[in-house]
């Protein structure tokens, strides 16, 4: 998901890096900018109010220790109030907003991705060997699922689309770069540490909701297991 102070700061490169993709994307930027200010206005409304609120209260108190009448101010505490309430549901909609905005905006293209409409443009890097002739070619979704490498309905379940759940040799196999992982790290003198697992697309923005974290690989007897590869990131 984008960083919405990346759009805020560069509007322009944002557009333009969409724009690449081809899918009308950057046409999107000006309205989630509109959003983004009307709840920025919001929500800069209601830390004022909430401020005038407490010194209101704050005078109130002392008021009401000198015997003085305080009703005036009570009325204005219970207006501000009501406006807070008011500026709440305002600020919360317009979040939400702006989140399913930036959930259904694609992230930028490497500036070293190469320009074009579909796969046609793709600069071929290296090739060896002869190419087989294949008579009835399968992909790799199809040989795995029937070699029972993996779960992709289970993954779905859990996770949501685009997630894998490996099986049997699958699961043993993806186990396997483990110690290869290791040793590459131990070699350059990396850090290796087990990263956070996110499950459910709703819980990857919202922030009242942790992100379940996978403190230890463990195994059902009998059933799937999914496992998780470690990140590797250069100690500095």
Do not use: Y
Not at 70 to 93: C, F, P
Not at 102 to 115: F, M
Request: proline share 4%.
């Amino acid at each position: 998901m984008l960083d919405i102070r990346t759009v805020r700061e560069q509007p322009d490169f944002v557009e333009s890096r969409l724009a690449l993709r081809c899918s009308g994307d950057e046409e999107k930027i000006d309205e989630l900018l509109r959003v983004d200010a009307e709840r920025r206005k919001a929500e800069t409304a209601l830390q004022a109010l909430n401020a005038e609120r407490k010194k209101l209260s704050k005078e109130i108190g002392g008021m009401r220790s000198r015997g003085q009448d305080s009703l005036e101010l009570e009325n204005r505490v219970r207006k501000i109030g009501e406006e807070i309430a008011r500026l709440n549901e305002d600020v919360n909609l317009v979040d939400g907003q702006q989140k399913e905005m930036l959930l259904e905006i694609p992230n930028l293209p490497h500036l070293k991705v190469p320009i074009g409409k579909d796969a046609s443009a793709n600069p071929v890097v290296r090739s060896w060997g002869a190419k087989p002739n294949l008579d009835s070619p399968l992909d790799h979704v199809t040989i795995e699922t029937n070699l029972k490498l993996f779960d992709l309905e289970r993954a779905a379940k859990l996770s949501g689309s685009g997630f894998i759940c490996f099986t049997g040799a699958g699961a043993r196999l993806e186990r396997s770069f483990d110690p290869v992982h290791a040793r590459f790290a131990h070699a350059r003198a990396w850090l290796r540490r087990n990263e956070p697992a996110v499950f459910g697309a709703a819980r990857m923005h919202d922030r009242n909701i942790a992100a379940a974290e996978i403190r230890s690989r463990h195994m059902r007897t009998g059933k799937l297991i999914s496992s998780f590869s470690p990140r590797l990131r250069k100690c500095r």
